[in-house]
Structure formats: C-alpha cells, structure tokens
C-alpha cells in the first residue's frame, strides 16, 4: 500500500474500558498506521460519519460491556446505507465465541477477541488492504 492504513478505532456506547483499545492503537502506530481514536461513549451514527469524514480505510470497534450485538452490526449497516461499504470493520475485545458467527454474517470482518496479540490484527490489516489493492 503506498500510504498508511487509516484506521478509526472507537468505544460505543456506555463501556468505558480503554486498556485494550490504547494497546491495539500503540501497536498499530508503530506498525506505520494512521490511528485515529474517536474516544468513550459513541453511538454507532457518530463513528460511521467519524469514519466517513476522515476517508479511513478500517474501522476498529472494542466492546467489553457485552453492547457488541446491537452496536457493531448497526455501524456496518450504516456504513452500507451510505455507500461506505469499502470500509474495512473489526471488533473484539469481551466477545463470547457464540456470537462470533453471527457478527461475521452481519458484516464484521472479523472479530479479535481478548489476549489476541497486537502483531496478529496489524498482520490481518496489512494483508487484507495489500489483498484490496492487488484487486483494483
């Protein structure tokens, strides 16, 4: 790729955990990504136009206060509404391996559940955006 990954990680709703999020944004920085924190409390509209505004190639969402099935299948089906559907879109954080499937089916592109290593999300992101741009 011959700019950085854009990457919009963010927090919905009420969870206010940040540990993990700040980690995965530190290994994502010093893998040469552009890293863009939209902070606490967010609602699925915001972090869609967030995405939007800031032409992001992934967006990066943490739940660790079990909101992951209402909030992260209603960004991906925002992002579609408004013709943002190129946008990569990753969870993880406290995700019961149940709900896993049925994140993938609505949209996810894949779900990062706690203790995964840093190097193992930069390693996808690198090879999904270098996989993206062989097709264009």
Excluded: C
């Excluded at 032409?55 to 739940?63: A, C, F, H, L, R």
């Amino acid at each position: 790729m011959a700019r950085p990954i854009r990457v919009l990680l963010a927090k919905l709703g009420l969870d206010a955990h940040t540990i993990g999020i700040n980690v995965i944004a530190q290994a994502m920085r010093d893998a040469g990504m552009e890293v863009i924190y939209s902070g606490l409390r967010q609602t699925p509209e915001m972090v869609v136009n967030a995405a939007i505004q800031e032409g992001v190639d992934v967006v990066g969402m943490s739940s660790l206060s079990a909101a992951h099935m209402r909030h992260f299948p209603e960004v991906v089906r925002q992002l579609r509404e408004k013709g943002a559907d190129d946008i990569l879109v990753i969870g993880g954080g406290v995700i019961p391996e149940e709900d896993e499937a049925e994140l993938l089916a609505a949209g996810l592109d894949q779900i990062f559940t706690m203790g995964t290593d840093t190097r193992e999300i930069v390693r996808y992101l690198q090879e999904r955006m270098r996989e993206r741009e062989e097709v264009s």
